[in-house]
């Protein structure tokens, strides 16, 4: 094999040390390390004149030295190291190193550098301090690469180089040509030297466009792969005659006409021979509860075991509860596994579990600790996955045979990005809302002043016998969310909401803590909850009403979309108040946007485009390779992936040829160092 993928403790400089740096960084191989990629680039030949220098700012300057002054030393001793110079406009600029006369000895009088590096103003003129000189001039363009402890720029670059020699010597390439040709794409060994060392900003620029077509290539091929993995056969085939309608009898609701095609679709999955592996989309108060039910009602009558899980207890418990509802008075044995089930109790819901007599288990990631073992686990439910680890859900997966997973999402993803996403996963969408709900009316409004008003408008809905939210201002630096939650709070039973019960819920409280204000929430018991965002995901209190959310513009706009949907679940007109002290014209911008639709979809889409995909994929652990490059909103390029995908898919569904050898070997690297998603 070339030295491109064996350890990278094969380079110059690479030491014990600097190698589990880079391990930290996920980079192992000399391969790796060609793909950790510039943040940023510093461009040498554009200096700019030292007249237009500002007092703090970095800048590329290029000045001819005039004198070189003796080393001195300074107060505390330090040593100053100092020359004179000028720039072509005959501006004066010093330079001074300190300490280190290393750079200092190197450079002449008379001779022409081109460096860049903080520029001080003093009284006594501009001053350049500990400057980095262009040696090299045939890279005029120097990458700039992010920052980690114990590694700098200058040492990756130097690791870089070496990387790009290994790489000339055997030049690895991933795309076939003609592929590279129909899609103007130029070969992998140009790309990485156009974008660590490019010569000009439209070579990175192609570079990029070559790579982030990789990319995505990379991560479709690689779920269909998966999803061709999952095409096993399952140890759980159930029966499509089972009959439903006792189900639907004991609701107290109709189904929608979207609940019912959901749940037909999960039917279909469960009773193919194949395991089902289907995320259920749905905005929040879609009713996706009543359709996991469903799921785990036909799973009970198939003689097997559902697990629906929840990220947090307070979930838990309140799907607990209304999976309780659902299917106790069917006869369904339900029982709920959390961190704080502890002792005896703990031990006889085990019991339960092992000889199958709970037939649905709720819970949190106590549900597949080791020590729990099922009779007949067919299917696995996951609610809100985006907050599980993927091995998690791995873990869980193990619990003997092959179940069937359904995942659960109230985060409307746009349709580019799920199709990235869930690649490998059916998809079946709650678009409509339970009949009788009213949208909910959202204000944006800015300025203190405007808290009274709030709050007087809340208070009108108090006296009604409603409820409300309010998501507590953001935490000043240093402080606790305990300490930000208490004082607001204080605060608001001092003043605006004094005489009303006001309780609070914030992450730092016991999960018992947490569930006991949610428990009085629920049962009326106060009628304010001030909260931070632990109250975002699947909190449902109907007689809740408004949600007043605090400096409203900190959030993006899916997460003000969730905070929104605690409130509207019932017949009862709901309202969310966005507020903000001092809103700049992008956040008035974003919170007019939420005022004006209350599609979750198109919240997410919007939010993409705002904010990039780094912060729609940072909040997820999806567990599926990072995308470094790929603009999941160039639409057009997303188009050409597929395309090419399709074609590749279409003479080598397994990418077993020749020619894709190295493309499969690329994916199945990444897809490994991603936990569950491994190819093999
Ligand atoms: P999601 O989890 O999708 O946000 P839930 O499952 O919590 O939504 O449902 C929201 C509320 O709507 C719950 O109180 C639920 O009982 C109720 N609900 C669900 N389906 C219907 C329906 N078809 N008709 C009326 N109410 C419904
Ligand atoms: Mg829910």
């Known amino acids: ?24 960084l996920g980079i192992a191989t000399p391969y790796d390390l060609l793909y950790y990629l510039p943040r940023d680039y510093r461009d040498y030949r554009d200096p700019v004149p030292v007249s237009e220098t500002e007092d703090g700012i970095a800048a590329v300057v290029r000045v001819t030295i005039t004198a070189k002054k003796r080393p001195f030393y300074a107060r505390g001793g330090l040593q100053i190291y100092g020359l004179e110079s000028e720039d072509e ?95 103007s794409l130029m070969p992998l060994p140009r790309a990485m030297h156009c974008i660590h060392q490019p010569e000009n900003l439209t070579d990175v620029e192609d570079a990029r466009r070559r790579l982030a077509f990789e990319e995505m290539l990379r991560l479709q091929l690689g779920l269909h792969l998966l999803a061709e993995k999952a095409q096993r056969e399952t140890d759980y085939p159930m029966d499509s005659s089972t009959d439903l309608a006792p189900y ?43 359709v996991a039910a469903a799921a785990c009602y036909f799973t009970a009558q198939n003689g097997c075991q559902s697990v629906l899980m929840a990220p947090t207890e307070i979930l838990a418990g309140q799907h607990y509860q ?76 193990e619990k003997g045979g092959i179940p069937h997973k359904l995942v659960m999402s109230a985060t409307p993803i746009p349709r580019t990005l799920a199709l990235l996403m869930y690649g490998d996963l059916q998809v079946s969408i709650l678009d409509t809302k339970p009949l009788g709900r009213l949208p909910i009316k959202t204000y944006a409004v800015s300025g203190a002043k405007m808290r009274p008003r709030v709050i007087n408008f809340m208070k009108t809905e108090l006296d009604k016998g409603r409820q409300a939210y309010i998501v507590c201002p953001a935490i000043e630096e240093g402080d606790s969310e305990l300490k930000a939650v208490t ?8 003043g605006l909401l004094a005489g009303r019960r006001v309780d609070i819920l914030h992450g730092q409280m016991t999960p018992q803590e947490k569930d006991d204000a949610m428990a009085r929430f629920r049962d009326h018991e106060t009628d304010v909850l001030i909260c931070t965002t632990v109250v975002e ?15 409203a513009e900190r959030f993006g706009l899916s997460q003000l979309h969730q905070l929104r949907g605690r409130v509207g679940r019932s017949g009862y007109q709901s309202h969310c108040i966005l507020l903000t002290e001092h809103p700049t014209d992008e956040a008035r911008e974003r919170l007019r946007l939420m005022s004006s639709t209350t599609d979750g979809f198109e919240l997410a889409q919007k939010d993409l485009e705002l904010r990039g995909p780094g912060d729609f ?35 080598d569904p397994l990418l077993q040829s020749d020619a894709f050898r190295a493309l499969y070997f690329d994916i199945s690297r990444l897809f490994a160092q991603n936990g569950e998603n491994g190819l093999n």
């Open 1 to 24: 094999m070339t030295r491109l993928f064996l350890s990278i403790s094969n380079l110059k400089g690479v030491g014990a040390k600097r190698q589990a740096v880079y391990a930290k």
């Open 89 to 183: 406009d005959g501006t004066p600029l010093s330079i001074r190193f300190f300490n280190n006369p290393y750079t200092y000895q190197t450079m002449k009088p008379g001779e022409v550098y081109t460096m860049y590096g903080k520029i001080t103003v003093k009284p006594s003129g501009r001053e350049i301090h500990v400057p980095t000189l262009l040696k090299d001039l045939n890279v005029p363009i120097e990458a700039i690469y992010p920052q980690t402890t114990g590694l700098t720029s200058a040492m990756v670059r130097t690791n870089i180089t070496e990387c790009l020699a290994l790489m000339d010597e055997q030049p690895f390439e991933t795309l076939p040509a003609d592929l590279r040709s129909r899609y």
């Open 248 to 290: 639907y009898e004991s609701l107290p609701f109709t189904l929608t006409d979207a609940q019912q095609r959901a749940i037909a679709e999960i039917v279909s999955d469960l009773c193919s021979g194949a395991p089902m592996n289907r995320l259920l989309q749905g905005d929040v108060g879609s009713g996706k509860t009543a």
């Open 322 to 397: 209304t999976l309780c509802g659902f299917l106790r008075p069917l006869g369904i044995r339900v029982a709920l596994l959390t961190g704080s089930v502890k002792g005896r109790e703990k031990k006889s819901i085990y019991a339960e579990i092992a000889d199958g007599t709970a037939q649905v288990i709720v819970g949190t990631h106590a549900v597949f600790q080791k020590a729990v073992e099922y009779a007949r686990l067919g299917l696995v439910i996951t609610d809100e996955q985006h907050r599980f680890g993927v091995a998690q859900r791995a873990a869980l997966a």
């Open 487 to 494: 004082a607001y709070a204080e605060q608001m039973r001092e």
């Open 537 to 551: 995901v699947g909190v449902d209190v109907p007689n809740a009403t408004v949600m007043l959310i605090e400096d």
């Open 617 to 651: 994929f940072g909040n997820m652990q999806h567990g599926l390779p990072p995308m470094k490059l790929a603009t999941l909103t160039d639409t057009r390029m997303l188009h050409e992936v597929q395309e090419a995908a399709a074609h590749i898919l279409q003479t």
